[in-house]
C-alpha cells in the first residue's frame, strides 16, 4: 500500500531542487536534457502507477504519449485551437486510448496483458506511421508552444521551458500520490494483491482496471503534449514500443512501486544514454547489459534499495504486494 | 485493382507465404511459452540473426543453401549459449522479468547486427533452383515463394508427427498440459526444455534465412515481425501446433487481403482483430491447455 | 430471503449438484452439513456466482440472481468467506478490512480523499475488528498474524462489507477448541437480521447455533430440517458414520470430520 513517508518527500523534494539548480548552472544542451528527463519522469510515473502498484504492466505507455503528442500538434497545427485546448486534447487523447486497453485487457493478466498493451501500442504506432493526413513518417512539425505571456512566462525560451515541466513532473508526482491515498488508489492495490476477492466485495474491476489504465493514459497524455511543444515536431517513431520498453527500464532502474523510482529511473537513463551516447555509437548494448544484469540480481531498483536500506521491515512489506507482477 | 481470378490467386499465395513465416516464428514461440512459460521477446532478433548469418554464408559460399543449412544451426547454438546463460535462470521469474531480460536481449542484439553487419540493408539471392516465376493455375509466380509455401507446410507435417507419434513429442504435450506432473512422473523435463528451446531457435533462424531473398534484411526486421508474431501466438492459443498454424493464417490473409483491399484499415484490422479475442476467448482459439 | 431451485451443476460426468432447493428465511442460522465431497463448497461457488450452474435459480429477496455477477451479487448484500484463506497478502489488517469496508460503502472510486481517515471506513474496521477479535492485530501484516487470526480476517473481511446475506465456509476449519467457543460467542452476537449460512463440520457447533439444518450427500439433498431432528435421524448416522451409527447409542460429538 502507498505511503508518502518523509523519505519519499525528502528524495521528490531533492530532486526537485537539484533540477531547478542544474537548470540555472548548465547550457542548452544540459536544459534540452532536463526538460527531456522531466517530460519522461511524468509517463514514468503514471506507468508505475498502473505497474508498479497495480500490477499491470504496459509496454505501450509510449503510444499513449505519443497519442497525445500527436493530439495535441492536431489540435494546435491542424485545428488551429489554441495551446489550452491543445492540452485539453491530449489528456481525453491519452486517456481514452487507455481506457479501452485497460477495459478491453482487463480479464486478461500477466504475459497476456503485457503481450495485448504491446500490440495495441503498435496498432497506435502503425496507425500514425501510415497515416497521411497526421504526416505519416514525416510527422508534423510547426508545433508552437504555449502562450504563457499572461502570467509572465516566455516558454520558448529554454530555461523556462524546462522549468516548468520540472514543476508539471513535480505536480504529476503530488497527483499520483493523492490518487495512490485515496479509495480508488487503495482499492487499485487491492486488485493486486487479491482480485478476485476484490470481485467478491462488490468491486466491479474490469471498471476500475479500465480507470485506472485511463487515469494513467491522460497523464501520459499530457506529458505528450509536453514533448510535442519541447521539440516543436512530433513523429511516428514516439509510438514505437521500443520507447514503451524504455519507459518500463526507467520504472524498473528507479525501483517498480516506489513512484520516486520512476522520476529517479527516467533521470537516471536519459543521462546514461546521453552520456554513453557521447563515446559509442552503441548504447543500446550498454543499456541492455545493465538491464539484463538488473533483472538478474534480482534488484529493487534504485530507490528500492535505499528504502530498504532505510527501513528493512517495512519495505519488505510493501515489496510483497508491489514489486511482484508475476501472476500468470 | 482487379478482381478476376488471377488476382484472388495471387493475393491468397501471398498470404500463404507470410502465414508460413509467421508460422515458423510462432510455433517456436508458442510451444516454448506453453512448456517453459518463458516468453522470450527477443525470438524475433534470433529470426533477424538467422537472416544476418544466412546473408553472410550465402555470400560466403556463393550458394543459397549455404544460407539455409547454415542459419538454423548457428542460431540454435546461440539458443544454446541464451540458454544455459540466461533462460534457465529466468524460468520462474514472473513475466515481467522475463520481458525486461528479454528486451534487454533485444537492445544488446540490435547494436550486435549493427556491429557485425552494419547500418545499410543487404539482400540475398534466390537459389538458383527456384528462381524465376512458375506458372499455374493462369497466373505466374515467383517460385521461391512457392518453395517458402512448401517448406512451411513441410515443417508443419514434420512437427505434426514429432508431437504426435514421437516420445519426445509426447513428453512435450504432457509437459505444457502439467509440467509439474510430468516431472513427477520421473520424465527429464529439463532436457526435453532445452530440446524444445533449441528446436524453436533453429525454426526462427531458418525462417530468417528463408526470408532474406524476399525482405529486407535489416537491424530492425527482428522487431517488424515480433509484434505479428506475438498477435498470432496470444489468437491461435498457448502452447499447440494447432493453435500457431491457425493464428498465422489467420493473421497472414487479413494481413495480406488488408493491406489491397483496404490499406489504411490493414494495419489496424490485426489489432481489431486482437481485441475481440481477447475479449470473447482470451485463452486464444486453440490453446492447448483447455 | 435466499431461495435456491433445482439447482443442478455437473462436471463432465459427474454430478456435483443435483436438483438441490432450499430455502433460507431472513435473519436465519441455517447450518450446510455433509460429509466431504458432498458438494457444499460447490453449493456455495454457485451461490455467489463463482461458478455457473446447469440449470436452476437462485433468488436473492425474490430477484433472480442466476444471470449476475458475481460483484452485481455482492453489491445486493451477498457476502462469503472461504474455506481457504483468501486475503489481501502483504497488506495489514487494518488495510484488509479498509478495503472491504470502502468497496461496500461506495468509496472504491472516491480519487482524492484519503480513505484511510474516511469516517465511515474507520469506524466500520474499527467495529468489524472488535467482533473478530482481530483488534490488537490492526497495524500487523497479514503475512506475519498466527493462522488463527488469519482465519478470523477471512470472515472478517465478509462481514466489513455489511452484507444482509453471509456465506460462511467451514469457519473454524484448524481452529482448535478455545477458537471454537469464541466463534460461537461471536455468532451469537451478529445482528439477527443477518441471513447467515455456514458449512460446518463441527457437530456441536452446527447444533448450537442452528436454526435449522440442512445435509447434503453425494450433491443432493437429504435432509433438511430443525436441528434436534437431524441429531435423531438414522439417516444423518449412517452418512457420517457409515454402519457404526446404525445401532443407536450416539453422542453429538461423533461426527467429527
Redesign the interface.
Known amino acids: 500500500?502507498f505511503h508518502q513517508t518523509p523519505l519519499k518527500t525528502g528524495a521528490v523534494l531533492l530532486l526537485a531542487a537539484a533540477a531547478v539548480v542544474y537548470a540555472f548552472t548548465t547550457g542548452f544542451f544540459g536544459l534540452e536534457l532536463l526538460t527531456e528527463v522531466a517530460i519522461l519522469a511524468i509517463v514514468a510515473i503514471a506507468l508505475d502507477l498502473v505497474a508498479g502498484y497495480g500490477g499491470m504492466v504496459s509496454l505501450c505507455h509510449g503510444a499513449l504519449y505519443g497519442v497525445g503528442a500527436y493530439a495535441f500538434a492536431s489540435a494546435t497545427v491542424l485545428l488551429g485551437w489554441g495551446g489550452g485546448a491543445g492540452v485539453a486534447m491530449a489528456v481525453a487523447a491519452g486517456g481514452g486510448f487507455a481506457w479501452m486497453i485497460g477495459a478491453v485487457s482487463a480479464r486478461t493478466h500477466g504475459i497476456f496483458f503485457i503481450m495485448a498493451t504491446l500490440a495495441f501500442g503498435q496498432m497506435a504506432y502503425a496507425y500514425f506511421f501510415d497515416s497521411p493526413l497526421f504526416g505519416g513518417s514525416d510527422g508534423m512539425p510547426g508545433i508552437a508552444r504555449l502562450d504563457l505571456s499572461g502570467v509572465g512566462l516566455d516558454l520558448k525560451n529554454s530555461l523556462s521551458y524546462a522549468l516548468f515541466c520540472t514543476v508539471l513532473a513535480l505536480l504529476a508526482y503530488a497527483l499520483a500520490a493523492?490518487?495512490l491515498?485515496?479509495?480508488?488508489g487503495?482499492?487499485l492495490?487491492?486488485i493486486h494483491?487479491?482480485e478476485?476477492?476484490?470481485?467478491?466485495?462488490?468491486?466491479?474491476?474490469w471498471r476500475?482496471k479500465a480507470?485506472a489504465f485511463g487515469t494513467s493514459g491522460a497523464l501520459a497524455g499530457l506529458a505528450g503534449a509536453l514533448a510535442a511543444q519541447h521539440t516543436m515536431y512530433v513523429s511516428p517513431g514516439l509510438l514505437h514500443w521500443t520507447v514503451s520498453g524504455e519507459l518500463l527500464i526507467m520504472v524498473i532502474l528507479g525501483g517498480l512501486g516506489t513512484l520516486v523510482g520512476a522520476v529517479l529511473g527516467a533521470g537516471v537513463l536519459v543521462f546514461v544514454k546521453h552520456e554513453v551516447s557521447r563515446f559509442t555509437d552503441h548504447w543500446h548494448l550498454v543499456v541492455g547489459l545493465v538491464l539484463i544484469a538488473t533483472v538478474l540480481s534480482g534488484g529493487r531498483g534504485i530507490f528500492g534499495q535505499i528504502e530498504f536500506w532505510w527501513s528493512p521491515r517495512g519495505a519488505t512489506?510493501?515489496?510483497?504486494?508491489?514489486g511482484s507482477p508475476d501472476h500468470a | 485493382m482487379t478482381a478476376d481470378a488471377s488476382f484472388w490467386i495471387v493475393q491468397t499465395l501471398n498470404a500463404l507465404q507470410l502465414s508460413m513465416l509467421l508460422f515458423l516464428l510462432s510455433v517456436g514461440l508458442t510451444v516454448i511459452f506453453g512448456l517453459l512459460h518463458f516468453v522470450n521477446l527477443a525470438h524475433g532478433s534470433l529470426y533477424a540473426l538467422g537472416a544476418f548469418v544466412g546473408v553472410s554464408a550465402s555470400a560466403f559460399a556463393g550458394s543459397y543453401w549455404a544460407a539455409f543449412a547454415v542459419a538454423p544451426v548457428a542460431v540454435a547454438l546461440v539458443g544454446i549459449v541464451l540458454y544455459v546463460a540466461l533462460i534457465r535462470r529466468m524460468r520462474n521469474a514472473g513475466p515481467m522479468n522475463q520481458v525486461l531480460v528479454t528486451f534487454g536481449l533485444i537492445f544488446v542484439f540490435l547494436d550486435l547486427f549493427r556491429l557485425g553487419w552494419g547500418d545499410i540493408p543487404l539482400g540475398m539471392a534466390e537459389p538458383d533452383l527456384f528462381s524465376g516465376r512458375t506458372a499455374f493455375l493462369g497466373i505466374v509466380y515467383p517460385t521461391y515463394r512457392l518453395f517458402i509455401i512448401g517448406l512451411g507446410l513441410a515443417v508443419l507435417a514434420a512437427l505434426s508427427l514429432l508431437l504426435s507419434r514421437t516420445q519426445l513429442g509426447a513428453i512435450v504435450r504432457a509437459g505444457v498440459d502439467n509440467g509439474d506432473m510430468a516431472a513427477c512422473l520421473g520424465i527429464n523435463v529439463e532436457r526435453v526444455f532445452f530440446i524444445v528451446f533449441c528446436l524453436g531457435c533453429a525454426l526462427a533462424g531458418l525462417a530468417g534465412a528463408v526470408a532474406a531473398p524476399v525482405l529486407s534484411v535489416t537491424t530492425d526486421m527482428g522487431t517488424a515481425i515480433l509484434i505479428p508474431t506475438l498477435v498470432v501466438v496470444v489468437i491461435g492459443g498457448l502452447g499447440s501446433l494447432r493453435g500457431a498454424i491457425a493464428g498465422s493464417l489467420l493473421i497472414g490473409f487479413v494481413q495480406t487481403f488488408g493491406a489491397v483491399l483496404a490499406p489504411q484499415a490493414a494495419a489496424v484490422a490485426v489489432y481489431a482483430l486482437l481485441a475481440v479475442v481477447l475479449i470473447l476467448r482470451p485463452a486464444g482459439l486453440f490453446p492447448a491447455r483447455g | 430471503m435466499l431461495e435456491v431451485r433445482d439447482l443442478s451443476k455437473s462436471f463432465g460426468a459427474l454430478a456435483v449438484t443435483q436438483r438441490v432447493s432450499l430455502r433460507v428465511a431472513p435473519g436465519e442460522r441455517r447450518v450446510l452439513l455433509g460429509p466431504n465431497g458432498a458438494g457444499k463448497t460447490t453449493l456455495f461457488n454457485l451461490l455467489?456466482g463463482?461458478l455457473a450452474p446447469d440449470s436452476g435459480q437462485i433468488l436473492v429477496d425474490g430477484r433472480d440472481v442466476t444471470a449476475l455477477?458475481?460483484?452485481a451479487r455482492?453489491?445486493l448484500g451477498l457476502?462469503?468467506s472461504y474455506q481457504k484463506n483468501?486475503?489481501?497478502?502483504?497488506?495489514?489488517v487494518r488495510?484488509n478490512l479498509?478495503?472491504?469496508a470502502?468497496?461496500?460503502q461506495g468509496?472504491?472510486?472516491?480519487?482524492?480523499?484519503?480513505?484511510?481517515r474516511?469516517p465511515g471506513v474507520v469506524e466500520t474496521v474499527g467495529e468489524v475488528a472488535e467482533r473478530v477479535g482481530l483488534s490488537e492485530l490492526l497495524d500487523a501484516?497479514v503475512?506475519t498474524i498466527p493462522y488463527g487470526a488469519r482465519r478470523r480476517l477471512e470472515v472478517g473481511?465478509a462481514l466489513a462489507?455489511k452484507p444482509r446475506i453471509l456465506l460462511m465456509d467451514e469457519p473454524t476449519s484448524g481452529i482448535g477448541p478455545g477458537g471454537i467457543n469464541a466463534f460461537h460467542a461471536f455468532l451469537h452476537g451478529l445482528p439477527g437480521e443477518l441471513t447467515i449460512l455456514i458449512v460446518e463440520h463441527d457437530m456441536d457447533l452446527a447444533f448450537g447455533i442452528a436454526d435449522r439444518v440442512t445435509v447434503l450427500n453425494h450433491g443432493e439433498v437429504v435432509f433438511d430440517g430443525p436441528p434436534q431432528e437431524a441429531r435423531d435421524s438414522a439417516l444423518i448416522r449412517e452418512i457420517y458414520l457409515g454402519s457404526w451409527g446404525a445401532d443407536g447409542g450416539t453422542d453429538g460429538s461423533a461426527g467429527h470430520a
Open positions: 500500500m493523492t490518487l491515498r485515496s479509495g480508488f487503495r482499492t492495490v487491492g494483491a487479491n478476485p476477492r476484490m470481485r467478491a466485495l462488490g468491486l466491479s474491476v476500475h480507470a512489506r510493501r515489496a510483497a504486494t508491489e | 455467489v463463482e455477477s458475481v460483484d455482492a453489491r457476502a462469503r483468501n486475503l489481501f497478502a502483504g497488506l495489514t488495510e479498509g478495503l472491504s470502502a468497496c461496500a468509496k472504491a472510486t472516491a480519487l482524492l480523499a484519503d480513505s484511510r474516511d501484516s503475512d473481511l462489507s
